[in-house]
């Protein structure tokens, strides 16, 4: 059984910077591409950016060049620094594991609250 816990959300200042972090669980961290998804107050969820298990990234355009998908298969973690915060990236950070085989999972996500 896969689970996802974020963490390293919080309150910052536009300008400012976080680093949030995800640790899995289970035996398919290795072999699963990883991401970040956010979802803002009346908004759907949207992609942010993915790593896969060649550690290829993607970005999507909002973010691309203030933040960082990072991966540790080591400690089953996938890190998502974010620089130049805007109040824009304000909601709810959510990581997921993609399984090769088809199976999604996703963690309970993690606050971010950015300030003007």
């Known amino acids: 059984q896969v689970q996802l816990v974020e963490s390293g959300g919080g309150l910052v200042q536009a300008g400012g910077s976080l680093r949030l972090s995800c640790a899995a669980s289970?035996?398919?961290?290795?072999?699963?591409?990883m991401g970040w998804y956010r979802q803002a107050p009346g908004k759907q969820r949207e992609w942010v950016a993915n790593?896969?298990?060649?550690?290829?990234?993607n970005y999507a355009d909002s973010i691309k060049g203030r933040f960082t998908i990072s991966r540790d298969n080591g400690k089953n973690t996938v890190y998502l620094q974010m620089n130049s915060l805007k109040p824009e990236d304000t909601g709810v950070y959510y990581c997921?594991?993609?399984?090769?085989?088809?199976?999604?999972?996703w963690g309970q996500g993690t606050q971010v609250t950015v300030s003007s």
């Open positions: 790593i896969s298990t060649d550690r290829s990234t």
């Open positions: 289970g035996p398919s961290f290795s072999s699963s591409t």
């Open positions: 997921s594991l993609n399984t090769w085989y088809g199976r999604d999972y």
